[in-house]
């Protein structure tokens, strides 16, 4: 993988315009080179999730990290394909709430719940609701705190669920380039320790007083 040649670069108009994290692929080692191009080709097959259960799990972790309504030039990141893929391969994070199945359960057990609420309060399965629909029915699960949602502790399919998401979405090129990442340090390093103090490969913030969620209509609190 060591001559592996990065993706044309994909500038857009975001907080860091036309800052690509791939250009900076040729100052990685190769293996870390390797597995951090290899994310952004084609995602892995749904091999966990039903069919279902898919369009449920895009629904929702489009939802909670705003991917519904991103401008064109973001690329989305194929959350569900690397959840799934974590979860067909018990990639989990080595533990779970004893008051909670394991995390291959518990994904299925909370994506048919979701689908059930949703089916009661809208007469449609969770993935065929509106945005508006699918923001509410997430929104009434995180405001149920330490309370009991369909027999499991509300906080608890929270965390599951975010904790997830967060994962895919944050180990992908698209999103360091979205914040501003330059990727792995090593093997150059930074010299510029510091507040403020940027390397000469990285970028300012374009919109450095902006909220970073501003304009975001997913489940933000």
Request: proline content about 9%; hydrophobic content about 35%; glycine content about 8%.
């Amino acid at each position: 993988m060591s001559s592996a040649t990065p993706p044309p670069a994909r500038p857009w108009s975001g907080r860091f315009p036309g800052f690509d994290v791939l250009d900076q692929s040729s100052h990685w080692d190769p293996v870390t080179t390797g597995v951090v191009l290899a994310r952004t080709g084609m995602a892995p097959d749904i091999r966990f999730f039903t069919p279902h259960e898919q369009g449920i799990a895009t629904a929702l972790c489009d939802q909670l990290l705003g991917q519904h309504d991103e401008p064109t030039p973001v690329p989305k990141v194929p959350l569900v394909n690397l959840i799934d893929s974590r979860l067909a391969e018990q990639q989990t994070d080595g533990w779970h709430y004893d008051d909670m199945p394991a995390d291959g359960q518990a994904w299925r057990d909370t994506l048919s719940a979701l689908d059930a609420d949703a089916r009661q309060q809208f007469d449609s399965g969770f993935a065929a609701c509106s945005s508006q629909q699918q923001a509410s029915l997430i929104q009434a699960v995180q405001d149920r705190g330490t309370d009991d949602w369909h027999g499991l502790r509300a906080k608890r399919v929270w965390s599951l669920w975010t904790r997830y998401a967060c994962t895919a979405f944050y180990s992908h090129p698209s999103a360091w380039s979205e914040i501003g990442f330059s990727g792995p340090a090593y093997p150059r390093g930074y010299k510029n320790a510091g507040v403020d103090k940027l390397e000469p490969f990285e970028v300012h913030d374009a919109r450095p007083s902006e909220d970073p969620l501003r304009g975001r209509r997913g489940v933000q609190r």
